[in-house]
């Protein structure tokens, strides 16, 4: 027998159960069948709950359906976009999962440089869309990410430099909130709520459709070159000195990975959305930071460098992350990084740094809910692995690379990278905006239905 769980341990009633399942019209997933047991994967392997029910929509009603649902019998609720979050926010254990991942439609509009994007699409289902009209929405590095939960948390990307985060080119969107109330917003229809979806995280509602402003990209210029991690020292220096008189058309990530033959390298990933004709005299001088192991920068469809980073990202793989904003990417921070790197457990690990200025700075931090458009460089830390046995080991090395990093830290992080956090360090995400949102959020979401996100508690 089917049963779910509501937030205080106890079981829903089989009579509110069944007449919930007897009137939804999208697809019900009973646990012990193979559809229940496909959608409960997630893109993190350390992440393995068990919901009570997962339910596919099919439409908005169907959402607000489920949510409705979910308020009556005070239910534990999961919602799944791209099933990416490495704390596994998109399942829950007995509760209910509302699974977005069949509403994944891409429109783009006649005669205006827009799309509309379903709640449950990926980057990949919005890059094929644009892309065949030479056009292309600033979103992340991975293409099977969630469009949606992307967005919520801001959206940093190849794009972000030039045209801004994610969330800076969503133009409106239509929510469900916990009443099950379906809600147009944007910029003069339920402001206070548009503010707070750039960048809150999904602490607000289900947000079943997102329409963005695009630009035309078509064909950048970008691949990687790398390094061998001896020259590390040298390469983040003058890394760090180039990007800050680099044009904001170019957007450079810089890693300390390994290279599929097993070698330790520092890597320099980029791409430049200026004019094809400037891109080599503007690249030129990463060419000559070191003796390259390799280099593969060219012309490429922007949906291929969307897959630059599929192989660092592999699907099956255990994760754990931690990211930090440093204001400096000091030569003491530098040392620390390389010193921390090469005691990396597992050749699918990386750490990477990630530079945050041009067009992201160009908004003020008040303006949206995304609060850290002034923060200086990401360093993000990210164990992967395949056998569950060295769990312990990787775990402990982005946790100790974590503390080392402390004294330097801005003691903020990207709400995207959040995994389970504290209460503090969510807070700390959302920096100066925490206030502000809270009380959006005891508007809107006044119990807290929302709960397994960066969550955010309602206070009036």
Known sequence: MTTIKKRDGSSVSTDNLNRFIQSFYGRILFPHTSAYRAARVVWNKRVSKSPGLIVQCLSTHDIAQAVVFARENDVVLAVKGGGHNVAGHALCDGGLVIDL?????????????????????LLEDLDRVTHRLRLAVPTGVVPKIGVAGLTLGGGYGWLSRKYGLTCDNLLSCE??????TTLTVHQTEHADLFWALRGG?????????????AHPVSKVYGGIIAYPRSESRKVLRAYRDFMFLAPDELTVYAALMTTR?????????????????DAERVIKPMREFGTPLFSDVRSLPFPDMQRLTNTTSPDGASNYLNSTFVSDLSDEVIDLVIEQSNAVASPLSMVQLQIVDGAVRNIAVADTAYSQRDAGFNIAVEAKWIEQEDSERHIGWVRNFAAALQPYSARTSLVNFLGDASPAEVRAAFGNNYERLAQIKAKY?????????PNIEPRP
């Open 101 to 121: 991942s069949l509403m994944k439609q891409v429109a783009a509009h006649d005669n205006t440089p827009t799309v509309t994007v379903q709640g449950g699409a």
């Open 175 to 180: 929510v469900v909130t916990a009443e099950g």
């Open 201 to 213: 995280a999904g602490n607000f509602g289900i947000v079943s459709s997102l329409t963005f402003r």
């Open 261 to 277: 033959d097993g070698k330790p390298a520092v890597a320099l990933m980029m791409c430049y959305c200026g004019p094809e004709c």
């Open 445 to 453: 979401d006044p119990t807290n239905l929302f709960r397994l996100n």
